[in-house]
């Protein structure tokens, strides 16, 4: 392949879904994004990223917002700019598996509601799992991302990602991301890896990292320098710590070179202005914990995602165990490698987390296992890249059946079942998917939705009342 054209480097903005998931618990509120909405279309973006990942849940469970309504607002403020989103394979923005009829009417509904780019992803890197939500996208002339879950191990040789890319272009990806979750990708590893996977296929590759170990600026200025054709990065008050790399930062490093954004310095610094005192909040409120600010370079041996650091944070806190933090970081990796050395990336991120904290916490490792490890050590969330510790699998699940096809293959088609059993609550289209994803959170909302609208007092969906982890 010829050498790579320098070219100037696009930018997808996170500040309005990685940048707050991060860092403050995807606790951001339409009613914040809106007013900043005209001025970041102006910028240029290659792509705001905007929702999915934990967005559609923290807006139903904790701000008892319509997720659906969200984007269709953003949509409407968005004029020239492309919106993304964070998918989860078969899993779509929950945390099991849903049948493929689920995925695909997800899929076409986020398209019409305003989504441009669909950034799909599987725990697993197990490709089954992808190509339902890839299909659907492509029917519905939508831009199927495919990311690669980034992580490190003996089975994740160089080989391996330029592998996982030929798949993924041949299955009808639009464009690659290199999804590395927890900051792990190193700056010349990333002159290694983009060089590799620019020599094997053809379509865009993206980069989305965070700064979590400190390195992720280092990462993007290489991965540039080696062709990387997209970065991802957050306006600074919600950049670094466990979100991305700063935008500004990065727009004034090219400054000047054949990368030169071309986005406007001054337009820039009136957006972070408008998102600081945002920022200023949550640290007082303890909403944005300083712990999640700093840069840990244990990551590189914890492999947790920023999302993950922040979700163990307050699942402690909730425990009051907060003394128990390094002793649950330390216990992670071991409870990924008896899992399968899978990445850590939602959902298995949240399965292995939570594993290890039940570890540390009952000291005994697997006293209590939650349906979710049984579900991994049986098979369904798809094939891991090494075998699971027989010793575990055998405690967690004892004889039972572990499933070696796809798994949606056992699931039958749900839509049809789902409607029935929340008809009363259906207002939209669109809320046979949200009831799908979170039912139980769903009927909350769509009793808290009634009680708005009746005017009468919201605390009869007893939503409010309810605490859970995003």
Same mark, same amino acid.
């Given at each position: 392949m010829a050498e790579q054209v320098k070219k100037p480097i696009k930018?997808?903005?996170?500040? +309005?879904?990685?940048?707050?998931q991060s860092l403050i618990a995807t606790r951001m509120t339409t009613e914040q994004m809106l007013p900043i909405v005209e001025k970041l279309d102006k910028v240029g973006y290659h792509s705001v990223e905007c929702w999915g990942g934990a967005t559609f849940d923290a807006s139903l469970r904790f701000l008892h917002e319509d997720p659906w309504e969200r984007l269709r607002k953003l949509r409407d403020g968005f004029k020239n700019t492309k919106l993304q989103m964070l998918f989860r394979g078969q899993n779509i923005l929950g945390y099991r598996p849903y049948a493929d009829d689920v995925v695909e009417y997800f899929v076409q509904k986020s398209i019409a509601n305003g989504i441009d780019i669909i950034r799909i992803f599987d725990c697993m890197n197990d490709m089954r799992n992808l190509q339902t939500a890839v299909s659907a996208a492509n029917k519905e002339k939508g831009h199927a991302q495919v990311?690669?879950?980034?992580?490190?191990?003996?089975?994740?040789?160089?080989?391996?990602?330029?592998? +996982?890319a030929k798949r993924i272009e041949d299955m009808g990806a639009n464009s690659i991301c290199v999804k590395d979750m927890a900051g792990l990708l190193l700056p010349y590893k990333a002159t290694e890896l983009i060089t590799a996977l620019k020599e094997n296929v053809n379509i865009p590759i993206q980069l989305h990292?965070?700064?979590?170990?400190?390195?992720?600026?280092?990462?993007y200025m290489k991965a540039v320098e080696a062709g990387v054709d997209v970065i991802d990065c957050a306006m600074s008050p919600f950049a670094l710590g466990t979100s991305q790399p700063a935008t500004e930062v990065m727009v004034e490093t090219f400054k000047g070179t054949p990368y030169d954004t071309g986005f406007d310095s001054k337009l820039l610094d009136e957006i972070a202005?408008?998102?600081?005192?945002?920022?200023?909040e949550a640290l007082k409120s303890g909403l944005l914990n300083p712990k999640n600010l700093g840069v840990n370079i244990k990551t590189l041996l914890y492999q947790v995602p920023g999302g993950m650091l922040s979700n163990l944070t307050s699942q402690l806190k909730d425990l009051h165990a907060e003394d128990k933090y390094y002793q649950v970081l330390e216990e992670v990796p071991r409870v990924r490698k008896d899992l399968g050395e899978c990445p850590l990336v939602t959902p298995s991120s949240q399965i292995v987390g939570t594993q290890a904290v039940m570890n540390v916490i009952n000291g005994e490792r697997y006293k209590m296992v939650p349906q979710q490890t049984k579900d991994v050590l049986c098979g369904k969330y798809?094939?891991?890249?090494?075998?699971?510790?027989?010793?575990?699998?055998?405690?967690?699940?004892g004889d039972a059946e572990v499933i070696t096809c796809r798994p949606a293959d056992l699931i039958p088609d749900e839509l049809d079942t789902l409607r029935g059993e929340m008809a009363q609550w259906s207002e939209q289209e669109e809320d046979v998917l949200t009831y799908a994803l979170f039912p139980q959170v769903a009927t909350d909302f769509f009793k808290y939705r009634e009680a708005q609208e009746k005017k009468v007092d919201p605390t009869v969906a007893d939503a409010k009342n309810k605490?859970?982890?995003v």
């Open positions: 930018i997808t903005e996170t500040i +309005l879904r990685d940048a707050h990311a690669m879950s980034y992580t490190l191990g003996d089975a994740y040789t160089l080989e391996y990602w330029v592998d +996982l990292t965070h700064y979590t170990s400190g390195v992720a600026s280092m990462t202005d408008y998102f600081r005192p945002m920022r200023d798809g094939a891991t890249i090494k075998p699971f510790n027989k010793e575990v699998q055998k405690k967690c699940i605490a859970y982890p």
